[in-house]
């Protein structure tokens, strides 16, 4: 268990429809990152929150968007759903008292778009 | 971007050392190397972290030779839940923040047999 937790766990939307992802990061990190993992890959960045401001971004469109709250909660955003954002989400949390480069994942958010 | 290599996949029996490695050329003077363990359905897990020579902890052990260009991941004694994909990742930086983007290539899937 890493102390990282997400909602919902499952999720099945059609497309063009909106979703959003919840995350909590473990207790005392200050960075949020989340991933997209499609079926048979590894993950893939999509953007990292640090004390509530974007801090990095990866290939995605701007219809994924986040947002990092006080208590360093984050939720992913997206818009005009595609059937290829059909993919495990994965948030990750980090900070000062983590391992340099070490990042802690929660459990996952399996969406899926018809 | 520092990428890296890695096996497909390991057929490995009970019992046995497993030894997975993993190339990363284009590793920078200021990266770490971490490997991560993911199950099905589940988000990574951190395994084990290093910069050069060797790391042991509970569950691995780490073999970064002096030119860093490649590492090996060395799992003593495996067992059937060990049968999982295996994450090299290298440390990317990004311009401000505490932690860093991790970039996930495909892994390796480990099958341990009985």
């Known amino acids: 268990e890493t102390g990282v937790t997400q909602s919902p766990t499952h999720l099945i939307k059609t497309r063009g429809q909106q979703v959003t992802l919840r995350c909590s990061s473990q207790?005392?990190?200050?960075?949020v990152s989340w991933y997209q993992q499609a079926l048979g890959q590894g993950p893939q960045f999509i953007f990292q929150?640090?004390?509530?401001?974007?801090?990095g971004r990866g290939n995605f469109p701007p219809r994924f968007s986040g947002l990092q709250f006080p208590n360093y909660s984050s939720e992913l955003n997206v818009n005009a759903l595609e059937l290829d954002d059909s993919a495990l989400y994965l948030c990750a949390s980090s900070g000062e008292g983590a391992l340099k480069d070490t990042q802690y994942f929660g459990p996952g958010t399996r969406l899926t778009v018809l | 971007l520092a990428k890296t290599t890695q096996p497909i996949s390991m057929d490995s029996y009970e019992g046995q050392e497993v030894n997975i490695t993993c190339s990363h050329n284009?590793?920078?003077?200021?990266?770490?190397i971490t490997w991560y363990q993911q199950f099905p359905s589940q988000g990574p897990r951190f395994i084990i972290q290093g910069y050069k020579t060797k790391v042991t902890n509970e569950v691995a052990s780490l073999f970064i030779p002096a030119d860093r260009k490649s590492s090996t991941l060395s799992l003593p004694r495996v067992s059937l839940s060990d049968t999982a994909v295996y994450y090299c990742?290298?440390?990317?930086?990004?311009?401000?923040?505490?932690?860093?983007?991790?970039?996930f290539g495909s892994g390796t899937q480990l099958t341990v047999l009985p």
């Open positions: 929150y640090y004390r509530e401001e974007e801090n």
């Open positions: 207790s005392g990190h200050n960075t």
């Open positions: 284009n590793i920078a003077t200021n990266d770490y």
């Open positions: 990742l290298v440390g990317d930086p990004i311009s401000s923040g505490s932690a860093r983007q991790l970039t």
